[in-house]
């Protein structure tokens, strides 16, 4: 059913913004589904919400995956695509979506075991790729991306029915204070906030640039930075940032010199996969939310994994 009575995260009707707990799991099926973080790393993540491994790839391969993403931010068959998403005011990308199924190396890398293992752990189930994208913030001119949890948007506009996602932001380059890194707010997991506004159809055409439906209210965000504060993912190229999909999270603009790239990747459960979007909405295109078909993303083998 797609009704009010039946939703337990509303967002984005009538009423004024609330903060809803959290009805779901953060870590299914005990954590027993796979076998990849320690004891020690499931509880920090279900804790906080968050997680960042350091070291996760090495130079070279990290080297390889920024040259790869250079090109297509290059690449004229792919900047004129309409998964290119350029910065507000400038023909500079921002950021490109569906980069899995764009590039052979990246697809390689969303099969990673490095990365699957944890998010099927963490997931309780076998998982396929909602959202991919490679993010850019150049030196001196990269944008902010304004707080939000990506659950809210992927339930309303998307159909998501559960808090059974996470997301995985593999670090392209060093992620300093000053660069702009991703900020996220410890234990907002736990706690959903409903935004006000009806959203326009195919409001992702404004969104990707600068989001206005579906941002948390200024007096929510204070109580969750009040009770967790705020934690930035400073850390070396090479590194991986996995997180809820209900993790408050932002990144301030980019004015310092050192740009700021990463590959993000949106592991959804294969228990956990769309549904209709809510309030009738237009579903938003496949290289957004992936809907036209679930396939469960099949670990590289090893042999694989050393050719890549």
């Given at each position: 059913m797609?009704?009010?009575?039946?939703?337990?995260?509303?967002?984005?009707?009538?009423?004024?913004?609330?903060?809803?707990?959290?009805?779901?799991?953060?870590?299914?099926?005990?954590?027993?589904?796979?076998?990849?973080?320690?004891?020690?790393?499931a509880q920090s993540y279900e804790r906080d919400g968050f997680l960042m491994l350091e070291n996760v790839f090495g130079p070279?391969?990290?080297?390889?995956?920024?040259?790869?993403v250079g090109r297509m931010s290059a690449d004229p068959s792919i900047?004129?695509?309409?998964?290119?998403?350029?910065?507000?005011?400038?023909?500079?990308?921002?950021?490109?979506?569906?980069?899995?199924?764009?590039?052979?190396?990246?697809?390689?890398?969303a099969r990673d075991p490095r990365l699957i293992h944890i998010a099927r752990q963490i997931l309780g189930s076998e998982v396929y790729m909602h959202q991919s994208r490679a993010n850019m913030k150049p030196g001196?001119?990269?944008?902010?991306?304004?707080?939000?949890?990506?659950?809210?948007?992927?339930?309303?506009?998307?159909?998501?029915?559960?808090?059974r996602a996470l997301s995985c932001s593999v670090l392209l380059t060093d992620n300093n204070e000053c660069n702009g890194p991703l900020m996220l707010v410890p234990g907002?997991?736990?706690?959903?906030?409903?935004?006000?506004g009806r959203t326009p159809d195919e409001h992702y055409k404004k969104s990707l640039k600068q989001q206005e439906y579906g941002v948390p209210d200024p007096i929510s965000l204070r109580l969750l930075v009040e009770q967790g504060g705020i934690r930035p993912m400073v850390g070396k190229a090479g590194s991986v940032v996995f997180f809820d999909c209900n993790t408050m999270h932002g990144s301030n603009g980019n004015i310092s010199p050192w740009?700021?790239?990463?590959?993000?990747?949106?592991?959804?459960?294969?228990?956990?996969?769309?549904?209709?979007?809510?309030?009738?909405?237009?579903?938003?295109?496949?290289?957004?939310?992936?809907?036209?078909?679930?396939?469960?993303?099949?670990?590289?083998?090893?042999?694989?994994?050393?050719?890549?």
């Amino acid at each position: 059913m797609n009704t009010l009575a039946s939703d337990l995260y509303v967002s984005r009707n009538d009423r004024s913004s609330a903060i809803i707990a959290r009805r779901d799991p953060v870590i299914y099926e005990q954590g027993q589904y796979a076998d990849a973080l320690t004891s020690e790393q499931a509880q920090s993540y279900e804790r906080d919400g968050f997680l960042m491994l350091e070291n996760v790839f090495g130079p070279d391969e990290v080297q390889a995956l920024l040259d790869e993403v250079g090109r297509m931010s290059a690449d004229p068959s792919i900047t004129g695509l309409e998964e290119a998403i350029t910065e507000p005011g400038s023909d500079a990308v921002r950021s490109i979506f569906r980069v899995h199924e764009l590039s052979d190396r990246l697809a390689r890398l969303a099969r990673d075991p490095r990365l699957i293992h944890i998010a099927r752990q963490i997931l309780g189930s076998e998982v396929y790729m909602h959202q991919s994208r490679a993010n850019m913030k150049p030196g001196f001119k990269g944008k902010e991306f304004y707080w939000h949890s990506d659950f809210e948007t992927w339930h309303v506009e998307d159909g998501m029915p559960s808090m059974r996602a996470l997301s995985c932001s593999v670090l392209l380059t060093d992620n300093n204070e000053c660069n702009g890194p991703l900020m996220l707010v410890p234990g907002s997991h736990r706690q959903f906030v409903s935004c006000q506004g009806r959203t326009p159809d195919e409001h992702y055409k404004k969104s990707l640039k600068q989001q206005e439906y579906g941002v948390p209210d200024p007096i929510s965000l204070r109580l969750l930075v009040e009770q967790g504060g705020i934690r930035p993912m400073v850390g070396k190229a090479g590194s991986v940032v996995f997180f809820d999909c209900n993790t408050m999270h932002g990144s301030n603009g980019n004015i310092s010199p050192w740009p700021r790239a990463n590959v993000f990747m949106v592991y959804n459960s294969m228990e956990n996969t769309l549904q209709p979007p809510k309030y009738g909405l237009t579903p938003r295109p496949e290289h957004i939310a992936t809907r036209r078909r679930f396939d469960a993303l099949t670990p590289l083998a090893a042999e694989a994994l050393a050719a890549a």
